[in-house]
């Protein structure tokens, strides 16, 4: 078990760029989630997939965003024409399939929009 | 709507005291309550609580839901520098497997 991993861990970019994060998420998981934590608040939901299918996303998520799951791997987050307020940690937390079973997080991606 | 209101939201205590950190919530639907460590990067998994596990114990680290009145309660007893972090309770939705969370008890614990 090597545990949810997320690359880059941060990454700085101006706005009106666009950029795109990877999660590799626990082998035998198959749902992944995907989740945006700014100082002081705790994790607000963006959307999860299970196995390749993308059930669900967050009516807060503007059309510049994208994830995909291609094959129910690792999973990719885009963030097309960044604007400041897009600056935040971008959490990845993966679960088994069964009932109760909890997310395991990585340890993000923190992106600052200049 | 389903909902999670985490108490008080930050607290300093000194290394020995024993802290209670609570957490309320509002779901239609009550499958199960999990509670995090977060210090600086990922939060990490405490406990989860469901109805046929109302109560969990690890170290000085417990956790009891109360179904009735909607909350549960961490307490940490002799409480050390490194239980330094922000608490994170959450649930899923009802119908889901999406989790909210709470804002988080900011805990700071001195020497």
């Known amino acids: 078990d090597t545990g949810v991993s997320q690359d880059p861990r941060h990454k700085i970019t101006k706005r009106g760029q666009n950029v795109t994060f990877r999660c590799d998420p626990i082998s035998e998981h198959n749902r992944l989630y995907w989740y945006r934590q700014t100082l002081g608040q705790g994790p607000e939901f963006l959307t999860y997939f299970q196995n390749e299918a993308q059930l669900e996303k967050s009516r807060l998520l503007s059309d510049r965003f994208s994830a995909e799951r291609p094959k129910g791997s690792f999973s990719t987050l885009e963030i097309q024409r960044t604007e400041q307020g897009d600056s935040a940690m971008y959490l990845c937390?993966?679960?088994?399939?069964?009932?109760?079973?909890?997310?395991?997080f990585g340890n993000g991606t923190r992106l600052t929009v200049t | 709507e389903d909902k999670v209101v985490q108490s008080p939201l930050s607290l300093v205590v000194h290394e020995g005291d024993t802290v209670t950190l609570n957490c309320s919530y509002e779901?239609?639907?009550?499958?199960?309550l999990l509670w995090y460590k977060q210090e600086k990067k990922a939060p990490t998994f405490l406990f989860m609580l469901t109805s046929s596990g109302i109560e969990k114990k690890s170290g000085r680290l417990s956790s009891i839901l109360d179904k009735k009145e909607l909350f549960s309660i961490l307490n940490i007893t002799a409480t050390q520098t490194g239980d330094s972090a922000v608490y994170l309770c959450a649930h899923p939705l009802s119908g889901t497997y999406k989790y909210i969370f709470g804002t988080g008890t900011r805990l700071k614990v001195l020497a």
């Open positions: 779901v239609t639907n009550f499958r199960s």
């Open positions: 937390a993966s679960s088994a399939g069964f009932e109760n079973s909890p997310l395991h």
